[in-house]
């Protein structure tokens, strides 16, 4: 079993930035095996892909590509995901989840990840 925490959620005005954090424990885990992910869902939308790392490879939906960006921490098993230039639309709740068996694929599907936080909401507003 994998255990994912996130933290670092918050209101924002727009342009503005947060890290959000995902701790990740449990006797299973492993920086290599376990691709990470970031995740979110906006009220009445679907979840949607925003990040993932894979054995140091990192990928960004297009939607925030050069606004966030996503990084590991293998010391302390966190994964990061850092948000400047914030819009109206990055309003959502943020997942972090965590996957075993991804190929690269699936890096983009929710359904291929096996863990996942209690989310941490991100609310731009002004």
């Known amino acids: 079993q994998v255990q994912l925490v996130e933290s670092g959620g918050g209101l924002v005005e727009p342009g503005g930035s947060l890290r959000l954090s995902c701790a990740a424990s449990?006797?299973?885990?492993?920086?290599?095996?376990?691709?990470m992910g970031w995740f979110r869902q906006a009220p009445g939308k679907a979840r949607e892909f925003v990040g993932s790392?894979?054995?140091?490879?990192?990928y960004h939906a297009d939607s925030v590509k050069g606004r966030f960006t996503i990084s590991r921490d293998t010391a302390k098993n966190t994964v990061y995901l850092q948000m400047n230039s914030l819009k109206f639309e990055d309003t959502a709740v943020y997942y972090c989840?965590?996957?075993?068996?991804?190929?690269?694929?699936?890096?983009?599907?929710?359904?291929?990840?096996?863990?996942w936080g209690q989310g941490t909401q991100v609310t731009v507003s002004s």
């Open positions: 989840a965590a996957g075993s068996r991804l190929i690269l694929s699936t890096i983009r599907d929710s359904n291929a990840y096996d863990y």
């Open positions: 790392v894979r054995r140091g490879t990192t």
């Open positions: 449990g006797s299973g885990f492993s920086n290599y095996a376990y691709t």
